[in-house]
């Protein structure tokens, strides 16, 4: 290459670039007109950098009336209720509300479900129990019986034993009175702890660490009114824990804001030293602790609403992945009430009904919607 004296290199610029393209090389014929188009739309690339301010005011001002009279008609399209949505568009909502696309959701009908009546009790069994087995249904994670009972008046379960279970009343309707088994009846007083004796109500959640053995009674003392409750068994992490009771009323205000969480791990886990057994604290404060990987939570939902779920809660959880989450609608609203899960249509729960949600982790969101005539009282139970 020529050389000045000064040792700068010569540039030289080859006048072949503004000569017609020769035909007899068509990559050269057709890199040509590539080229100019990469420099006109690089050109104005920068012009639109420099003045899109300017550009924009014009476009504004010879298009704003059009981008308005669209904008209202758009508005007009998603608020008429006149309108109706072509199923090709919901199909489309309804598969964008999916959030759980890797998690497998099986319903559990209420028409599957175990059931004996035996007069003074009426009660359904979603996993086996008593004199009911079911292959399909003995457990779920550590979630091991889920009965919805209904006891009637001056009626119920005589003093009787627990042992090496978590054990929680959850009271839909009327009340149900807890008696340990070292207060005898008639010696109710002002100084008698919650832990022997409470007449539970609606909103109330009993709970009890069997452990070691335990014993109480639960009656419906009303004269008049039949209870209504979920009862609910999980396996502890371990066995020979000390016997001891919880007892607490969770808003219903807040149920009908969202998920309110009512169970959750006790802080130390399963390697919990004695005095975090003692101030027995969970690791979602506010509620009360269970010795497993365990969460519970319940809501109340308008229909027309949804309720969202955080999977493994928002506190520490032992399991991160491959939890698994059980759906129970009670039947509280004589079978008006009705959910579905994920937005699947082949996940919609009548009262009754549950279902099992295999498959997902710590932090996966599980959306849960009221679509039934009435108001819908949902029980999520979170489990490793």
């Known amino acids: 290459m020529p050389q000045l004296k ?13 000569s017609p393209p020769s035909r007899s090389n068509p990559i050269i014929y057709m890199r040509r007109p590539i080229l100019l188009l990469s420099i006109l739309i690089a ?30 008609h758009l508005t007009s399209l998603t608020t008429n209720p006149n309108i109706t949505t072509p199923s090709h568009m919901n199909t489309a909502k309804t598969t964008m509300s999916r959030t759980l696309h890797h998690a497998k959701i099986t319903p559990h009908l209420s028409s ?3 059931h004996s009546d035996h007069g003074w009790l009426n009660t359904y069994h979603s996993f086996s129990f008593a004199n009911w087995y079911h292959p399909s249904y003995t457990s779920f994670g550590s979630l091991r019986v889920l009965n ?23 009271i839909l309707s009327g009340e149900l009175t807890h008696r340990d088994s070292m207060l005898t009846k008639g010696a109710e007083g002002d100084n008698v702890s919650p832990d022997q004796f409470y007449r539970m109500k609606r909103g109330d959640i009993q709970f009890t660490t069997g452990g070691t053995g335990i014993a109480h009674s639960e009656f419906n003392e009303h004269r008049r009114d039949t209870v209504h409750f979920l009862q609910i068994w999980a396996l502890p992490w371990k066995r020979g824990l000390k016997p001891r009771y919880h007892t607490r009323r969770f808003s219903e205000e807040d149920k009908r804001k969202g998920f309110v969480t009512i169970l959750s791990p006790l802080k130390g886990g399963v390697d919990a030293t004695a ?4 101030k027995a604290e969970a690791v979602v404060e506010g509620t009360i602790p269970i010795h497993a990987d365990f969460l519970m939570g319940a809501g109340i939902i308008t229909g027309g609403d949804k309720f969202e779920w955080i ?38 729960l009548k009262e009754g009904d549950g279902a099992f949600i295999e498959g ?14 009435v108001e819908a009282e949902v029980v999520v139970l979170d489990t490793a």
């Open 112 to 114: 599957t479900r175990g």
């Open 43 to 72: 050109f104005f690339a920068i012009i639109l950098t420099y003045y899109k301010p300017d550009i924009l005011q014009i476009l504004t001002t010879y298009t704003g009336t059009t981008i308005l009279t669209l904008t209202t």
């Open 311 to 348: 999977v493994g809660g928002r506190g520490n959880v032992t399991e991160q992945n491959k939890r698994k989450v059980f759906v129970h609608l009670p039947m509280t609203k004589g079978g008006k009430a009705s959910i579905r899960l994920d937005g699947r249509d082949d996940a919609v």
């Open 148 to 170: 919805e009972d209904r006891v009637k008046p001056q009626s119920g379960f005589p003093t009787h034993p627990h042992r090496d279970f978590e054990i929680f009343s959850y």
């Open 275 to 278: 005095e975090q057994e003692a």
């Open 360 to 373: 997902v982790n710590k932090g996966d969101k599980l959306w849960v919607e009221s679509v039934g005539e």
């Open 6 to 18: 000064d040792n700068h290199e010569v540039i030289v610029v080859s006048t072949s670039f503004f």
